[in-house]
């Protein structure tokens, strides 16, 4: 999504909209906005992806929480911003399936990581400080679950975890609203493996990372961002052995280069998507920052009639989590 608005030039005007027009802060640069102001964009591009070939896609959410939003002073629009992102991706999602009869196309409401967490402090002379607290983040992420699922999304999609503690705020919120409600849709979740280190920002494997969110009984869990396809081999092999659900695995086009772009071809990433589908570690693949259509349509064609993979059956056992996976099997 974000790629792609680079590539429409907008300026200020055009993120403020008539709607925006006298706001006292800065607002260029705050894609989710575009929505509400842009909408014709949004839809283009949700269509764009549609087209090439994609079967999910997420609405243009990652900043809509009050938290995020609030670096924009808009923290009052939040549901109204939900509310349009999920129109723009569901009227996409229709005219595809219009122009197609008997495609299904799926909107995910994306759920992002937060600009604030609650495991690390942001000041490295106070270890203990934390610049939001529990009770902050649900109610964030509550406010924006409300919409996704007022608007009528498909599935919820907590996704680029870098903090656990966030993400399990998250899935408390959405399981809190699922009861508000009387209703599920499947939850997705989606972690970043930010560096060779093997872990998240806040210091998990992926394993332990599973183990942690595994009582939400996710439909998928996955990894995204952060590295390109072959940098997450490793990773994504330990959870697919793992994970009681369905894999995904949408990389970044590479990793960025010196001017913040990315250089991976849609055939050098659709190969590596390939191959973890051929190898059966994965049930849906996708792309992430730098991935264009092009991508998507390439990587379509590559895993097309691969068999997905097998979830596994793991014996009973009591499995924990701290920094690192613990599991204490039951013997006779």
Not at 57 to 65: A, C, K, L, W
Request: aromatic residues 6%; glycine residues 8%.
């Amino acid at each position: 999504m974000g790629s792609l608005i680079q590539g429409y030039g907008l300026r200020e005007a055009d993120f403020r909209g008539t709607g925006f027009r006298n706001h006292g802060h800065d607002l260029k640069g705050n894609n989710d906005l575009l929505c509400l102001t842009r909408p014709d964009i949004i839809e283009e591009i949700h269509r764009l992806y549609l087209e090439a070939g994609a079967d999910l896609i997420e609405t243009n959410t990652f900043s809509s929480t009050s938290i995020a939003q609030a670096d924009y002073r808009l923290e009052s629009v939040v549901t109204e911003l939900n509310l349009a992102a999920v129109a723009c991706a569901r009227r996409a999602a229709e005219a595809v399936e219009a122009a197609t009869p008997g495609r299904r196309c799926a909107v995910v409401g994306a759920i992002g990581p937060l600009n604030r967490t609650l495991s690390m402090s942001p000041d490295v002379n106070r270890p203990e400080f934390r610049a939001v607290t529990w009770s902050q983040v649900v109610e964030s992420y509550t406010e924006q679950i409300r919409a996704l699922l007022q608007g009528g999304v498909d599935a919820l999609l907590v996704e680029t975890i870098f903090d656990t503690l966030n993400a399990k705020a998250a899935i408390f919120a959405i399981e809190e609203v699922f009861a508000e409600r009387g209703q599920r849709v499947p939850v997705m979740i989606s972690v970043t493996i930010t560096d060779a280190s093997g872990r998240t920002l806040s210091g998990q494997t992926p394993e332990a990372f599973y183990h942690s969110i595994r009582h939400a009984n996710p439909f998928s869990v996955g990894i995204n961002c952060a590295l390109g396809g072959r940098a997450m081999r490793p990773y994504l092999a330990a959870l697919s052995r793992i994970a009681e659900c369905q894999v995904t695995c949408y990389p970044n086009a590479g990793l960025p280069n010196a001017f913040g772009g990315y250089d991976e071809s849609p055939d050098e990433m659709a190969t590596v998507l390939g191959e973890f589908a051929r190898a059966g570690l994965v049930n849906l693949v996708g792309g992430c920052c730098g991935s264009t259509p092009d991508h998507i349509r390439t990587i379509a064609a590559a895993v097309q009639g691969v068999a997905p993979r097998v979830i596994p059956s793991l014996p009973r056992a009591l499995r924990l989590s701290g920094l690192e996976p613990l599991t204490v099997a039951a013997t006779n």
